[in-house]
Every structure is written in C-alpha cells, then in structure tokens.
C-alpha cells in the first residue's frame, strides 16, 4: 500500500512538473534576473527604427518567419555554417529577411546586464512589439520565459511559412495548423500595414489579377516591369508604409491589396466581413492584432530545460 502512495505522489510530482514546464511563460519572467531588460529593448529598437522606419517591419517579419518554423524558438537567426543549414536562405527569408544587426545590438546590451539570462527568441518578441509600438500600434502584453532552439530546417521553412501567393484556403489551412484561427489570421495581416515588398513577390498580381483598382496596377507596374527588377521595392500599404494602422484594410476593400495573398482575405470570402469591419474599425483591428500576437508568441516555445540561453544569437553554444 506504501509503495502505491509513493508511486502516486511521484506521478503527481512529474506530472505537474511537466505542466510547468509548458506553461511557465510570464511576462514577469526576468523581473529579478533581468529587470532593465524592457528598457533595453525598447530603446535599441527605437533607435534603430528611428534610423530607419522600415526595420519596425521587417523585426515583425523576423518574429513572425520565427514562430512559424518549429515554433519561436529563435531558429531564424542561426547563421547557416560549413556543417549546418538554417533557415535564412529558405525561399521566403532569402534576400528579404532583414533586422538580424539589430537583434545582435539588442543582445550584446542584454549579455552586458544580465550575462547568460535571457533568451534570443524572447528578445525578438519584445522587439517585434516595441517596433509596431514605435510606429503607431497597439502594444501587447509579452509572456517570457522562451529558450532558445539549437537547430533549424530549411526545409520546414520553405513549406511552412505562407507564400505572397497563397489562396485563401492555403492560408486558412497554414495558420490552422499553427493554431491560429482564421480571424487571427486576417489580424495579423494587418501586419501588412507596415513595410515594402520587392516586385518578384506582386508582380503576378498586378500584371493577371481581376480583382485590382486599375489605376493601382499602373502604379505599381512603373517600377515593377513584366521581367527584370525583381528587387525593386513597392510599400505594402500605399497609403502610410511606415505608420501602423487600419489603411491595410482599406486598401482591401479598394482592390488596392499589393499582394495576392493580401486580397484573398478581401474577395467575396468568408473574411470579407471581418475586413470591413477593420477597415472601420482602428480599435478592433489593434484589439484583435494585439491578441493575435501572443496567441502566435505562444507557438510550441521551448521551456524549462529544453534548448538553451545562446551568448550570441547566430550560434549555438
């Protein structure tokens, strides 16, 4: 009977001790251990979007590319190495994936507090915040407490993170998959409200797309020609690319969408009423936008003794 006991309360011990370890995400995590480590971020992140507006976007990319690809984990700032393949050279990051200088800045101020303490996948979670406040969104309470991956995949990259070219079922389908349901998804579009996008990625929407504002597809095809100038950048929002609000959405119902996927959640769909509603609505997008966000920072994070602390963001320890 003795044994019985015992067996019982070691079973409750681990049991509830792998529920910690899945849920020990605070926002008061580093409140001892690295208390300044709010300020530091904000003011890293300010003066770097300060320098250059458009990097508040693409530390939001960063995040989201992250969190997508075995959860956030940090895996997309691992430099590729002689024996290892991250995922900065997959199709969507290649070229595009930007920001990396300033969460290498973020953390060398962070190592220099609090040495060996606080996690590279959740500095880039309070970054991604600090820039979408910095230009004008809403701001969202960050849980924290994530450790950082010591592998990443390429492949799952390429295969897992939504393409500029998606139909609105891929869409839905690769957000379900993550957890993320499809008023999150229509949210966290919103993203869109801030940054460029380079000709490669609309150049078929502009030039075979039905549902566009004629008078838009001029626009863009001016610096977007049918071949070559693949880089040539186009802002996402046309109204304000570098102030966040509800203009993405607007833009929508106008058939001003730059990318496919942007107007597939405007055209004559299930998430046509819902952008509506955001396009009307600051409020409610920032409100959804806001939660949408931690929903996705909570995306399979390595807790407790999984992964580790990396001393300098590229690299393993």
């Known amino acids: 009977m003795a044994s019985f006991k015992t067996f019982l309360v070691t079973l409750v011990i681990v049991s509830s001790l792998a529920s910690f370890s899945n849920s020990q995400l605070s926002p008061n995590f580093y409140g001892r251990t690295c208390p300044n480590l709010p300020l530091i971020v904000r003011n890293a992140v300010r003066q770097a979007v300060s320098r250059e507006l458009r990097i508040g976007a693409s530390i939001l990319r960063l995040f989201f590319h992250d969190c997508f690809v ?45 040495n060996a303490t606080v996690s590279c996948a959740d500095i880039l979670a309070l970054a991604a915040r600090e820039g979408v406040v910095f230009l004008g969104g809403p701001s969202w309470t960050v849980p924290l407490g994530r450790r950082d991956g ?44 801030i940054g460029q996008a380079q000709c490669f990625t609309f150049r078929s929407r ?57 107007q597939e959640l405007f055209n004559n769909g299930p998430q046509d009423a819902l952008v509506r509603t955001y396009s009307n609505n600051n409020v409610a997008f920032y409100n959804d936008f806001a939660a949408a966000m931690v929903k996705m920072g909570n995306i399979s994070p390595l807790t407790g003794i999984n992964g580790e602390i990396r001393r300098n963001c590229r690299v393993i320890n």
């Open 206 to 262: 502009i030039y075979n797309d039905t549902n566009i504002d004629l008078k838009f597809a001029t626009t863009r095809k001016a610096t977007c020609p049918v071949t070559g100038g693949n880089s040539n950048l186009a802002p996402l929002d046309i109204q304000t690319p570098n102030r966040f609000g509800n203009n993405y959405y607007q833009n929508l119902v106008a058939k001003r969408g730059l990318l496919h996927s942007d």
């Open 70 to 114: 075995n959860g956030c984990d940090a895996s997309i700032l691992l430099d590729d190495t002689a024996t290892f393949t991250g995922e900065q050279n997959a199709f969507p990051n290649r070229n595009s994936a930007r920001g990396f200088d300033v969460i290498d800045t973020i953390k060398t101020r962070v190592e220099a507090a609090c």
């Open 150 to 193: 010591r592998t990443a995949s390429q492949s799952d990259a390429n295969s897992q993170i939504p393409s500029p070219f998606s139909s609105l079922a891929t869409l839905t389908s690769m957000f379900g998959a993550k957890g993320l349901n499809a008023r999150d998804m229509t949210a966290l579009s919103g993203a869109h409200t």
